[in-house]
């Protein structure tokens, strides 16, 4: 199993707290990598330390071998780097259409995997429930699979059944070559077999190993 991306020693700071305390985190290639901690354990800050949209204090963040501690969130997605948030994932102003329109890629294939979309292409983003715009931002993911795929909480907001349809998805990019890494609250219900499962605490690892181990000792 190889490495795709991983982070070294890392540690991030927001003024004088830090969040995570020299968290290694190696992230493998055609692998569904779930985080899961409760708020504050240091799941989200993880993502973003992965996509670059927050700075290290120290460590390092390495890609394919090579360290990309300093290349700007801008340039880790135009080398492969998908980062969905949980927040501000789609422009509200924006019709679905034209939120669709900014990722490069066949949109039939984004609508494929959520055909509610279709009938509210002409609708702003903003006017969408939050189920819709999860699928919205998930949507755009899935137009141009990426070598590296972190999503923050998939399936806020949506029903069951589309958040079954939408960990099928992520699992299929992983099977694709994709390293899919998801943050969550608890391990998500209909994980494949294999999934990495890394628990967060204060920004810490206290669990690593794969996600039937985790489930199986609860």
């Known amino acids: 199993m190889s490495v795709e991306i991983a982070l070294r020693a890392a540690r991030v700071r927001y003024g004088p707290l830090e969040a995570l305390h020299g968290l290694d985190l190696p992230v493998p290639s055609a692998t569904v ?16 330390a992965l996509a670059g949209t927050v700075p290290l204090a120290s460590g390092r963040v390495v890609w394919g071998g090579a360290d990309v501690t300093r290349l700007h969130a801008h340039a880790r997605a135009r080398r492969g780097l ?7 994932a789609v422009y509200a102003t924006l019709t679905v259409a034209e939120n669709l329109d900014l990722a490069p890629g066949d949109r039939e294939r984004a609508l494929a995997a959520y055909p509610e979309l279709v009938p509210l292409l002409a609708r702003p983003a903003g006017t ?18 990426a070598r590296v795929v972190l999503v923050d909480e998939p ?13 099928g998805l992520l699992a299929a990019l992983a099977r694709q070559g994709a390293a899919v890494v998801l ?11 294999g999934t990495l499962l890394h628990e967060l605490r204060r920004g810490s690892l206290a669990f690593s190993g794969e996600a039937a181990e985790f489930t199986a000792g609860r």
């Open 33 to 48: 990598t779930v985080l899961v901690g409760r708020n504050g354990s240091g799941r989200t800050t993880a993502l973003r």
């Open 82 to 88: 998908c980062f969905v948030p949980d927040l501000r």
């Open 155 to 167: 399936s806020l907001g949506m029903s069951p059944a589309v958040s079954s349809r939408t960990y």
């Open 128 to 145: 969408l429930s939050g189920g819709e715009r999860r699928m919205l931002a998930l949507s755009r993911a899935l137009r141009t699979p």
């Open 183 to 193: 943050a969550e609250q608890r391990p998500p219900p209909g994980l494949p077999p």
